[in-house]
């Protein structure tokens, strides 16, 4: 017999332990998703950032490596309708970094690209089948969703609302993680653009818990076992736990980024749209605080990235994407494996 609270996803995912690796486009490696597969947790691959060769080549390694059930995840945003005189604008506030860098204003601007979840991807989960396949920005469309679903794999999306969650179960969810406020990267709203509206996972999570009737995944501010353990009591089934992981060795972080997570402390991440054109939260550097953290001059997603490039190639720290959640204190150098079974230990050693 289980000695967890609530086995519901243990059996909908096949997993060992309520633990999903999150899929972080920034740190995830196939090293980190086959550690937390046998650790027993869900290890999750982001799929936003890779062409798809580059994800068939790390699904590829990772069933070689792991039999165990994997999460891939992607983006289902609408690409923005063009707006040239909008990217100008961006580039021109921008000019002054320019100078001061030595980077060339004038070259042409380098694309910052994210493809939503398309039919090309649609084959590669249709030829690997992956037992979990995961979404953010709400869901692909529904030829697309059916056949996701037709290959057998459970589908997941975020919720930063009880609103959301709602209409992804309405929509065919098998599972939804609520995604409070203190998450690292990007929000996943997709029903409203007000951040101001946006909730902490202490609030959000037994509301959405009460309101749908599949299993709720906790994401958001969840460190270590303590966090674990009050996501079950408020009535989450598993919980994603995503900063924790990117102090592991496995994670592929910059040595920026490296440096940041382990002196920024807990009050110095803040919710920005200057580097993809979406809210997300990272750790405040330099362009956060001279520019504000969410300006709207920003071009929309994911758009606003491309004319930081050359400045994050002279100044990575000052202009570079430092995704962190708030619990980046609970942070330890330790390896994926034996961070998830630290934390599978630690949480029933609570729960008894």
């Known amino acids: 017999m289980s000695t967890w609270p609530d086995t519901r996803i243990l059996d909908l995912l096949g997993i060992e332990v309520p633990i999903i690796q999150a899929p972080m486009a920034v740190g995830t490696t196939t090293a980190m998703v086959i ?17 798809i060769e580059q994800l068939r080549d790390a699904l590829t390694t990772i069933r070689q490596a792991s039999t165990r059930p994997i999460n891939v995840n992607f983006f289902c945003h609408q690409p923005p309708e063009a707006d040239d005189e ?4 961006w580039k021109a506030l ?24 398309n039919d090309a991807a649609c084959q590669v989960v249709e030829e690997f089948r992956p037992e979990v396949v995961s979404f953010h920005f709400g869901l692909p469309e529904k030829a697309l969703l059916d056949r996701v679903k037709a290959t057998g794999a459970k589908v997941l999306s975020s919720a930063t609302t009880v609103e959301e969650a709602i209409w992804l ?17 990007h929000r996943g709203l997709f029903l409203s653009d007000d951040l101001n509206t946006q909730i902490g996972l202490m609030a959000l999570l037994p509301q959405i818990v009460d309101a749908v009737s599949v299993p709720v995944i906790a994401a958001g501010g969840i460190g270590d076992a303590r966090g674990i353990v009050a996501a079950f009591a408020l009535g989450a089934s598993a919980v994603q736990i995503g900063t924790a992981y990117l102090f592991t060795p496995e994670a592929n972080v910059t040595p920026s980024h490296h440096h940041a997570l382990r002196h920024a402390q807990a009050s110095q991440t803040a919710l920005t749209n200057l580097f993809t054109g979406r809210p997300a939260r990272g750790i405040v550097n330099r ?66």
């Open 86 to 89: 909008r990217d100008r604008k």
């Open 169 to 185: 179960e309405q929509h065919g969810c098998d599972a939804i993680i609520a995604m409070g406020i203190e998450a690292g990267g």
């Open 94 to 117: 921008l000019e002054p970094y320019y100078r001061e860098l030595g980077a060339d204003f004038d070259a042409p601007t380098p694309v910052s690209n994210r493809a939503p979840f």
């Open 287 to 352: 362009v956060m605080r001279e520019l504000g953290a969410i300006n709207p001059a920003a071009p929309a997603f994911p758009k606003s990235g491309g004319a930081l490039m050359p400045l994050k190639a002279k100044d990575e720290a000052g202009f570079s994407n430092l995704w962190s959640g708030q619990a980046l204190r609970l942070g330890k150098d330790i390896g994926t494996y034996d961070l998830t079974r630290e934390l599978v230990e630690h949480t029933l050693a609570k729960l008894k």
């Open 35 to 51: 550690a937390a597969n046998k650790a027993g947790a869900l290890g999750s691959m982001p799929a936003a950032a890779l062409s």
